[in-house]
Nanobody
Framework: QVQLVESGGGLVQAGGSLRLSCTIS????????VGWHRQAPGEQRDLVAE??????TNYADSVKGRFTISGGNAKTVYLQMDNLKPEDTSVYYC???????????WGQGTQVTVSS
């Protein structure tokens, strides 16, 4: 069973930075994908950023230029979050998707709170 362990959430003032970490219990693999999603109370869970084992990245428009995802070639993926805004407040979940076989794994979530 694949396990994902997240860390790095917390409380920060607007304009500040946080770095989230997601450590996976196996190698990511070139064609597989690790992503960060977030979900605020009463809202759906949305993609924030994702990276393949080969290093290709994808970002939500709302975080482009502020967040950076890295580490696709290792077992730990990072989400560097800069210039945080109150609207970034949410629970952030790490997600690992394998291509063959097709499976999806989720971390337990970590709270990020940005005060104005």
């Amino acid at each position: 069973q694949v396990q994902l362990v997240e860390s790095g959430g917390g409380l920060v003032q607007a304009g500040g930075s946080l770095r989230l970490s997601c450590t996976i219990s196996r190698n990511i693999g070139y064609y597989n994908v690790v992503g960060w999603h977030r979900q605020a109370p009463g809202e759906q869970r949305d993609l924030v950023a994702e990276i393949t084992g080969g290093g290709r990245t994808n970002y939500a428009d709302s975080v482009k230029g502020r967040f950076t995802i890295s580490g696709g070639n290792a077992k730990t993926v990072y989400l560097q979050m800069d210039n945080l805004k109150p609207e970034d407040t949410s629970v952030y979940y790490c997600n690992f998707r394998t291509l063959f076989p097709a499976n999806t794994y989720w971390g337990q979530g970590t709270q990020v709170t940005v005060s104005s």
